[in-house]
């Protein structure tokens, strides 16, 4: 009693610390804390969507029209850029006149977009401070792009990671069910029973081999040769992380299918041969019916494996974190999200909080799973009784 109790509140501590540390990034603003975003007085926009800001960054918005603002050409103004425009004599020996100068530049230049540390914001600033909203639950789920570091404002759109995963873990699972399930039927009602004791712990085996072993292997085969069949410029895609994963999966669908196919009663088999039905007839008509709870558990059971997975996955799938339209293509999945950037994150920031919230989705998505596992089995286990 003892034992579960301390295992159960463990546990739950786990799970709330995810969920407080994850919820933690809806409560701050995309922009980098301690900086602001201005413009001048006169500027009609008062407020701007991290998209908005980011295209104006990289330029693919380059005048205030285009955002319902006047007709003017937008300037970007960043704090390195002060030295252009003034010498170190004007900003002073200890900079001492620099808040002064970047509000006299942005209050002389109408289409500036200033970019810079509060701490240099004048006391009396005569430019406008854009509003940058929270961070919302939505825009978090759909948007497309993943820059958590972006500047000046971090794009939190998981929609690209959570689509990788899917897609990656399913097209795992479609691989390795019917390999799975004609290994299960195979050694459950057909190898002989020297075969079946040497073939089984070897299938097990493979359970145990750590899953950076299975990436090498995907690295240097499956890679290589994906690239070279498809004609593709590179061999990171979805796909072999689908090939990789379903490899992985194999023992678990194998182990868990084989032995439901194997509870199958004798009198159900011998009937059915007694009414003339063939070996291969009995298989598919009575077993595999019988048996299909403990199928679809194995196979629900290797997908959340899939899911989780995560070293495997960052070496063969080409870490990039946008939209996948196709298996062919590089993709990045959620725990190779994880992986990858929370040792570059700082402690309680933006970025840091940002992965504890896709730690939370990961987290939903498996629980999901393993509910499912438990009312296929329940209902299986119903229908027998």
């Not at 995810?18 to 407020?47: D, Q």
């Not at 039927?185 to 299938?203: D, F, G």
């Not at 498809?230 to 379903?246: K, M, R």
């Not at 063969?316 to 298996?327: F, K, S």
Request: with cysteine; charged share 15%.
């Amino acid at each position: 009693m003892l034992s579960s109790a301390a295992t159960s509140i463990t546990v739950v501590l786990i799970v709330f610390f995810l969920f407080i540390e994850g919820a933690g990034v809806f409560s701050k603003k995309p922009i980098e804390e301690g900086f602001l975003l201005a413009v001048h007085a006169s500027n009609p926009i008062n407020k701007l969507e991290p998209s908005q800001v980011k295209d104006i960054f990289d330029q693919k918005i380059t005048n205030w029209k285009q955002l319902g603002g006047k007709n003017e050409p937008i300037v970007l103004f960043r704090t390195e850029d002060i030295t252009e425009f003034y010498s170190e004599e004007e900003l002073g020996e200890n900079f001492e006149y620099f808040p002064a100068k970047i509000d006299e530049y942005v209050s002389k230049t109408p289409g500036v977009i200033a970019f810079f540390s509060d701490k240099y914001k004048a006391k009396d600033f005569h430019g406008k401070e854009l509003e940058i909203n929270k961070i919302k639950i939505f825009e978090f789920l759909s948007g497309e792009e993943w820059f958590p570091t972006a500047q000046p404002i971090a794009q939190m759109g998981v929609k690209a990671l959570i689509y990788g995963t899917l897609w990656v873990s399913f097209g795992a699972i479609l691989l390795a069910l019917p390999i799975g399930l004609a290994a299960a039927i195979y050694l459950s009602e057909i190898a002989k029973k020297r075969t079946r004791n040497i073939l089984k712990p070897l299938i097990e085996l493979l359970a145990g081999i750590p899953s950076v072993v299975y990436g090498f292997f995907g690295l240097v085969v499956i890679v290589p040769l994906i690239q070279s069949v498809f004609g593709l410029p590179v061999g990171e895609t979805g796909l072999a992380g689908s090939i990789v994963l379903a490899i992985m999966a194999l023992p678990t669908i194998i182990t868990i299918s084989e032995d439901a196919m194997r509870t199958t009663p004798r009198a159900m088999k011998e009937a059915s041969l007694a009414l003339g039905a063939s070996h291969w007839q009995t298989i598919y008509k009575v077993v595999i019916p019988y048996s299909a709870s403990g199928i679809t558990a194995g196979a629900i059971l290797g997908i959340g494996r899939a899911i989780g997975e995560t070293m495997a996955v960052l070496m063969v799938t080409g870490n990039a974190a946008i939209m996948p339209h196709t298996l062919l293509a590089p993709l990045r999945t959620i725990p190779a999200t994880i992986a990858a950037e929370l040792g570059e994150a700082a402690n309680g920031g933006l970025h840091y909080q940002s992965l504890f919230a896709l730690g939370c989705i990961l987290f939903l998505i498996t629980f999901c799973i393993n509910m499912l596992v438990e009312l296929v089995t329940n209902r299986g286990s119903h229908k027998k009784h």
